[in-house]
């Protein structure tokens, strides 16, 4: 994760992504995605470890507002169980 004061500037993000989006493929359209990636890369190790080790966490406790939504992406849609926390 990033430090307090080494976040990465949410337009300039923005911008990155709609050029990488706009390129023809090529070695200018994989720099981009370099980019991107580079962008994201501590949360990508996060939750890459958290799926590949099994520590995802139980759908009836609290988790962190930001793994509650990347785990959401990562299940079909629909009620999980009756008493899960962080599935809508």
């Not at 023809?24 to 996060?46: R, S, W």
Request: overall charge positive; hydrophobic content about 35%; charged content about 30%.
């Amino acid at each position: 994760m990033p430090d307090d004061d080494n976040f990465n500037v949410r337009t300039e993000v923005n911008d990155l992504a709609i050029r990488y989006a706009k390129l023809p493929d090529g070695p200018d359209k994989e720099a981009a995605f370099l980019k991107l990636v580079e962008c994201f890369h501590g949360y990508l190790i996060k939750y890459t470890n958290m799926v590949i080790r099994g520590q995802l966490p139980n759908p009836t406790s609290r988790v962190g507002k930001d793994a509650a939504e990347m785990l959401k992406k990562l299940l079909p849609r629909g009620p999980l169980c009756s008493g899960c926390r962080w599935r809508t």
